[in-house]
């Protein structure tokens, strides 16, 4: 069966500090996706990976394929970071979704 | 490209009433997804279109739901009656057949009352 699990749940931090969220998968899972909602807000795509590790601005995005885990980083969290952050894996036809981690981080 | 395209974005009706939500996927794209998010459930798809044939609706919750895409460049998402526990945020989201790369619309927050 493929899954996809993420963590944690709710994350809370405060201005500045950095920021891990994790996702496991399993077989069958040919790309890892991370995605940003805010509040009332529609599906962002921050990045799609396959291997190695990908940097945009202050979020990076990084995968291992051996261990089938990949980690999204926020360095020098801001409020405006505050949002819903899904993990999802691409099999042949669909995607996966993990559960989301709530971030939030306050001044 | 102006992206995945869905109307409305949001939607009111009563309860009884048929609603149809639309997209318009990337020009090119030939694979076509309908998700629904709640809050107890979050993300879940409802069904997917390969060249405008359905190929897994297996996630569609029952008889009320429909969805048809008449060509490559429009889909719709039919609930009929409504009811108030078919109140989320309905996503529609493109991609090429066999690519790991999808593109989201903007979701149709749809409530009824």
């Known amino acids: 069966k493929n899954e996809v699990e993420q963590s944690p749940q709710n994350l809370t931090a405060q201005e500045g500090e950095f920021i891990t969220i994790n996702c496991s998968y399993s077989v069958g899972i040919s790309a890892l996706h991370w995605l940003q909602q805010h509040p009332g807000g529609g599906i962002v795509s921050l990045f799609m990976?396959?291997?190695g590790k990908k940097k945009h601005g202050r979020l990076i995005a990084t995968i291992n394929i051996q261990e089938k885990h990949s980690s999204l980083h926020i360095t020098a969290s801001h409020p405006r970071d505050s949002a819903v952050y899904i993990c999802?894996?691409?099999?042949?036809?669909?995607?996966?979704f993990g559960t989301g981690t709530r971030l939030q981080v306050f001044p | 490209d102006a992206g995945v395209i869905q109307s409305p974005r949001h939607e009111v009706t009563e309860m009884g009433q048929e609603v149809t939500l639309r997209c318009k996927p990337i020009?090119?794209?030939?694979?076509l997804f309908w998700y629904r998010q709640t809050m107890m459930r979050g993300l879940e798809l409802l069904i997917y279109?390969?060249?405008?044939?359905?190929?897994?609706d297996s996630g569609m919750p029952e008889d009320r739901f429909s969805a048809k895409m008449p060509n490559a460049s429009f889909s719709t998402l039919k609930i009929q009656p409504s009811e108030p526990r078919d109140s989320a945020v309905y996503f529609c989201?493109?991609?090429?057949?066999?690519?790991?790369?999808?593109?989201f619309g903007s979701g149709t927050r749809l409530t009824v009352v």
């Open positions: 990976l396959s291997s």
């Open positions: 989201a493109s991609s090429l057949v066999g690519s790991p790369s999808y593109t």
């Open positions: 279109f390969n060249n405008n044939v359905p190929i897994d």
């Open positions: 020009s090119g794209h030939n694979s």
């Open positions: 999802a894996g691409a099999t042949t036809d669909k995607l996966i």
